[in-house]
């Protein structure tokens, strides 16, 4: 079994961690051991996200972006050990805001580039007409 606080490896028995030393009741760990989201949460410690995130859409029947969302949800819980749900859909929705932003900027870089092209290309055949090169 695992030490619900640490995640490492601890005794069937232990009434205490031996890595970071955290009480352990035992009834706790038990029920936790079947719940659905211990399991995601402890996979998240030793798994690639996207796996976890397969694995919970194969397991929940759920769509890819829900998945991700649930995954990424108990994800934050599992690194903040104290937080609420008003403080997961504020950081959610900070997220959501600077996965916009960068998405922007990277479509002005886009026509930024296509931009710069269509000039090089424009003073490619400009000097290639005054100079007399045809190009038909």
């Known amino acids: 079994m695992n030490c619900p606080k640490c995640k490492n490896p601890i005794e069937d028995n232990a009434a205490f961690c031996q890595w970071c ?18 399991v995601i949460k402890n996979m998240l410690t030793n798994t690639k996200y996207d796996d976890v995130v397969q694995y919970y859409k194969e397991t929940t029947g759920k769509n890819t972006e ?36 960068i998405d922007n900027s990277i479509q002005i870089i886009g026509w930024i580039l296509f931009i ?12 290639s007409v005054l100079s007399g090169f045809r190009i038909i």
């Open 116 to 127: 710069i092209i269509a000039i090089f290309l424009a003073i490619g055949i400009i000097v």
């Open 66 to 101: 829900e998945s991700k969302y649930e995954v990424s949800r108990l994800d934050y819980f599992r690194t903040h050990e104290f937080a609420d749900e008003t403080a997961w859909q504020k950081y959610y929705e900070e997220y959501q805001e600077n996965r916009k932003s």
């Open 21 to 38: 030393g955290a009480v352990v009741d035992n009834s706790v760990i038990e029920n936790q051991e079947n719940d659905f989201e211990y």
